[in-house]
T-cell receptor
Framework: DTEVTQTPKHLVMGMTNKKSLKCEQH?????MYWYKQKAKKPPELMFV???????INESVPSRFSPECPNSSLLNLHLHALQPEDSALYLC?????????????FGPGTRLTVL | KQEVTQIPAALSVPEGENLVLNCSFT??????LQWFRQDPGKGLTSLLL?????REQTSGRLNASLDKSSGRSTLYIAASQPGDSATYLC???????????FGRGTSLIVHP
């Protein structure tokens, strides 16, 4: 099983809503990642969890809050988002979270903030 | 700061052509380079990963080469098919860094 799953596939939310994106992998990988991708732009790394340790991308606003309940699950909690946060949110995982890893990506969640 | 450039930005070819996609990077001290494929509105599929000590990798009709000294990589697609239509992204990682630097991609259309 080389699959990373993400739910929901699509999400529409208002600026006052609280919602969560979910990501799951069962490959025994110890690193998981959140990326944000705007249309016709490359993905931008938001967060990395490696061996249950969070590495924070400093440019990510606090209205995005990651959570890693266990090594197979990764959540992204959303609160008070802005319309410019509308994007494709991609989750990925890799075996050890080091430079030599191959990253496996999920299909993404298309987020629209009204 | 590492910068990754992909040329061309868009490419349209008839089915059956062999084609080359280019990726260049400004800092040659990379740890590895990875080529991805992305279908519209979808996630990324890893195609090939080249470590800094390697010069090329092959998978089926795909061949990726790496020339660290000149800061260049090419992705060669043989006998292109309409199913190859997608955006192709390259990403480089520097030593000890989690954070890959992506190019903006080449949008490929293979028409029958």
């Amino acid at each position: 099983d080389t699959e990373v799953t993400q739910t929901p596939k699509h999400l529409v939310m208002g600026m006052t809503n609280k919602k969560s994106l979910k990501c799951e992998q069962h490959m025994g990988h110890r690193a998981m990642y959140w990326y944000k991708q705007k249309a016709k732009k490359p993905p931008e790394l938001m967060f990395v969890y490696s061996y249950e340790k969070l590495s924070i991308n400093e440019s990510v606003p606090s209205r995005f809050s990651p959570e890693c309940p266990n090594s197979s699950l990764l959540n992204l909690h959303l609160h008070a988002l802005q319309p410019e946060d509308s994007a494709l949110y991609l989750c990925a995982s890799s075996q050890r979270g080091i430079s030599t890893d191959t990253q496996y990506f999920g299909p993404g969640t298309r987020l629209t903030v009204l | 700061k590492q910068e990754v450039t992909q040329i061309p930005a868009a490419l349209s070819v008839p089915e059956g052509e062999n084609l080359v996609l280019n990726c260049s990077f400004t800092d040659s001290a990379i740890y590895n380079l990875q080529w991805f494929r992305q279908d519209p509105g979808k996630g990324l599929t890893s195609l090939l990963l080249i470590q800094s000590s390697q010069r090329e990798q092959t998978s089926g009709r795909l061949n990726a080469s790496l020339d660290k000294s000149s800061g260049r990589s090419t992705l060669y697609i043989a006998a292109s098919q309409p199913g190859d239509s997608a955006t192709y992204l390259c990403a480089v990682k520097e030593g000890g860094s989690y954070i890959p630097t992506f190019g903006r991609g080449t949008s490929l259309i293979v028409h029958p």
